[in-house]
T-cell receptor, first 110, second 112 residues
Framework: DAGITQSPRYKITETGRQVTLMCHQTWSHSYMFWYRQDLGHGLRLIYYSAAADITDKGEVSDGYVVSRSKTENFPLTLESATRSQTSVYFC?????????FGPGTRLTVT | QKEVEQDPGPLSVPEGAIVSLNCTYSNSAFQYFMWYRQYSRKGPELLMYTYSSGNKEDGRFTAQVDKSSKYISLFIRDSQPSDSATYLCAMSSSGGSYIPTFGRGTSLIVHP
């Protein structure tokens, strides 16, 4: 199906483990984004990418790593998960100012 | 002070009411204004997108931008229980960087 997908949809991991969240879009949008959404904070930008092989930090990038070797994929890696990274993670893509979001990944770090 | 302010609510209204959701902002460079709707446990979906000042209507929804007051609104006419969701405003400036600033969202409850 066309659109933007995220996997896994739910993930439970332990403190200190590495976790990778996947994001895939079929529109060939240039821009892709990773957000986390927490109660009381709204959406916070973690990383974004303007094109393949071009990435830049958002406001809460510490502890996260991204890559974008292909236009359609934008994986987010938590190098050593901490409890404070328990959150809902949304991937989005855009070709202009309006963004299109994936369904989210609910991550719990125990 | 955050760049974009949005009352978190919840805003509770009876079915059929006219709903007004609002955001204020401080950055006069914002030119593009978006409203997203987010149902519980779902991703945000784009609802309305406007450029600069003025009104835009789409069915029961009207987006209004007043740049002189740095104030944007989303009106929902004949509200339905299915409109119950969190509404996020977002805005961005021109210049090639498509990175919006989001409000924290307003929770709307439409009761039958």
């Amino acid at each position: 199906d066309a659109g933007i997908t995220q996997s896994p949809r739910y993930k439970i991991t332990e403190t200190g483990r590495q976790v990778t969240l996947m994001c895939h879009q079929t529109w060939s949008h240039s821009y892709m984004f990773w957000y986390r959404q927490d109660l009381g904070h709204g959406l916070r930008l973690i990383y974004y990418s303007a094109a393949a092989d071009i990435t830049d930090k958002g406001e809460v990038s510490d502890g996260y790593v991204v890559s974008r070797s292909k236009t359609e994929n934008f994986p987010l890696t938590l190098e050593s998960a901490t409890r404070s990274q328990t959150s809902v993670y949304f991937c989005a893509s855009s070709q202009g100012h309006e963004q299109y979001f994936g369904p989210g990944t609910r991550l719990t770090v125990t | 002070q955050k760049e974009v302010e949005q009352d978190p609510g919840p805003l509770s209204v009876p079915e059929g009411a006219i709903v007004s959701l609002n955001c204020t902002y401080s950055n006069s460079a914002f030119q593009y204004f978006m409203w997203y709707r987010q149902y519980s446990r779902k991703g945000p979906e784009l609802l309305m997108y406007t450029y600069s000042s003025g009104n835009k209507e789409d069915g029961r929804f009207t987006a209004q931008v007043d740049k002189s007051s740095k104030y944007i609104s989303l009106f929902i006419r004949d509200s339905q229980p299915s409109d119950s969701a969190t509404y996020l405003c977002a805005m961005s400036s021109s210049g090639g960087s498509y990175i919006p600033t989001f409000g924290r969202g307003t929770s709307l409850i439409v009761h039958p």
